[in-house]
């Protein structure tokens, strides 16, 4: 059974930082990209960032130089760091499993979804 568990969101201020972190399990860590999705209320759910099986990296231009997206095989986890927070930044964060091992840029493109981690920036 394929399992994502995602963690690490919470309430900082602007300009504040938070890691968020996806622990994989069910499938092989190292075959499939894996991204970092957020939606905001009455918002479609949009891609953030994206790590592939090789280690390249796919941003969103909102958080390009402000995020940097990470993966320890080891541990079978996704981190997504997250400097310089905005108020717009506020959203629900999700991790995702890929079709296959390239990055993911799209809902279209997710075949598993782990549960949310709210992050909340204040202003």
């Known amino acids: 059974e394929v399992q994502l568990q995602a963690s690490g969101g919470g309430l900082v201020q602007t300009g504040g930082s938070l890691r968020l972190s996806c622990v994989a399990s069910?499938?092989?860590?190292?075959?499939?990209?894996i991204g970092w999705f957020r939606q905001a209320p009455g918002k479609e759910r949009e891609v953030v960032s994206c790590i592939s099986d090789d280690g390249a990296t796919f941003y969103d231009d909102s958080v390009k130089g402000r995020f940097t997206i990470s993966s320890d095989s080891a541990k079978n986890t996704v981190y997504l760091q997250m400097n310089n927070l905005k108020p717009e930044d506020t959203a629900v964060y999700y991790c995702a499993v890929g079709r296959g091992s390239a990055v993911v840029t799209s809902t279209t493109s997710v075949t598993y979804w782990g549960q949310g981690t709210q992050v909340t920036v204040s202003s």
């Open positions: 069910g499938f092989n860590f190292d075959d499939y990209a």
